[in-house]
Each structure stands twice: as structure tokens, then as C-alpha cells.
């Protein structure tokens, strides 16, 4: 599985359980720590860390293997590396504190459904 698949999969799965503005950012010319940052929020501390659990098992039953979580217990920002793909899911107000996506400016934003 190459890492625009990986991406489209974590999208899905952010979708199936409604995270808020889910952005996915190329960023594999930019950086080689990866190739995607996707970028999301949730309105709460429970659906926040719904949203790492099911993208974490979605990704697990399609083979990708979690090389590393952060931030899960107090579920204001969760990190989730797959490597290639580092999915954000955040709280409003950090994820507007954090700015992620003018931080990576110099990547590309790239419409879910392009993946």
C-alpha cells in the first residue's frame, strides 16, 4: 500500500466518524519525514480519541503498521505516524493555536477526493 492510499483510508475513516475539516497536506517535496500531513479536528476529548481509535484500526486491518502515538490520554492534539502519513487530529482550540497548516504552507494542499 503506497502512501496515497494510506492517506485516502485515514481520510475515510476520519469522515466515518465526522471529524472537522479534514485537510490533507503533500508535503513529500517539501520535507522526507513523510509524504502526507492530514490534518483534522474534533468538538471533544471522546470523539477525539474516537477518531485515533478507528483511523488506528482501520489502518491496523489494512496492514499498516502505527509506528507511534502522541497525545492520546489528554486528547487535545493526537499524533498518529504511519511513517509516510502523520494524521493530526486536534481540539478546535489547539489546532487553531498549533496552525499546522501555515506551518506546512510550503506543502501542497490536496483535495481528499484527489487522493
Request: net charge negative.
Given at each position: ?11 475515510t475513516a476520519?469522515?466515518?466518524k465526522?471529524?472537522?475539516d ?7 517535496e ?5 509524504d502526507?500531513?492530514?490534518?483534522a479536528n474534533?468538538t471533544n ?13 482501520t ?15 489528554s ?12 494524521v493530526?487530529?486536534?481540539d ?5 493555536f ?6 506546512w ?7 481528499s477526493n484527489?487522493l
Amino acid at each position: 500500500m503506497n502512501s496515497r492510499e494510506i492517506a485516502k483510508l485515514a481520510v475515510t475513516a476520519l469522515e466515518d466518524k465526522k471529524a472537522e475539516d479534514i485537510r490533507v497536506i503533500d508535503i513529500s517535496e517539501v520535507t522526507v519525514i513523510a509524504d502526507y500531513f492530514i490534518i483534522a479536528n474534533g468538538t471533544n476529548r471522546t470523539q477525539i480519541q474516537t477518531l485515533a481509535d478507528h483511523v488506528e484500526e482501520t489502518l491496523g486491518r489494512a496492514g499498516v503498521e502505527l509506528k507511534q502515538a502522541e497525545g492520546y490520554d489528554s486528547a487535545n492534539w493526537v499524533l498518529l505516524d504511519f511513517r509516510d502519513v502523520i494524521v493530526h487530529i486536534f481540539d478546535r482550540e489547539n489546532r487553531l493555536f498549533y496552525d499546522l497548516e501555515r506551518i506546512w504552507r510550503d506543502g501542497r494542499l490536496t483535495p481528499s477526493n484527489e487522493l
